[in-house]
């Protein structure tokens, strides 16, 4: 199989993959839902770097788990801590990454995977 059909075939696959998970979204804090503007939005979207299909699964935020369901979270404002797994297909393997960010009330946030056929190399909160 040459390059290009394992690319279209790895972007069927995750684009199947975001259906299937839907688009969930967790809210990571105490009490009543706060008004849009006063949370912030991380999101863990599939993606494409270097030509290459990638997954970005946030498994935990501030210590709780994140059900495989939910592809985001609302945060309050401040300063918040993710582990996130980041899998290429192509290198069939997955890297986990510990991120520390500040999020801002109102902001919208992806985390951005840095990728190679080898395997992650960073993901970032962008």
């Avoid at 259906?19 to 912030?40: K, M, N, V």
């Amino acid at each position: 199989m040459n390059r290009i059909s394992r690319f279209i075939l790895g972007a069927a696959a995750l684009g199947g993959n975001l259906c299937l998970s839907g688009c969930g979204t967790l809210q990571a804090y105490e009490g009543e839902r706060l008004p849009a503007d006063d949370y912030a939005v991380v999101r863990a979207d599939p993606s494409v770097s270097a030509g290459l299909p990638v997954q970005v699964i946030l498994r935990k935020v501030d210590g709780y788990e994140v059900p495989v369901s939910k592809t985001a979270v609302e945060l309050r404002p401040g300063s918040h801590s993710f582990l996130v797994d980041c899998r290429v297909p192509e290198a069939g393997d997955v890297t986990r990454f510990e991120i520390t960010a500040e999020v801002l009330a109102g902001g919208r946030y992806r985390l951005v995977a840095d990728a190679t056929a080898r395997g992650c190399r960073s993901v970032e909160l962008q």
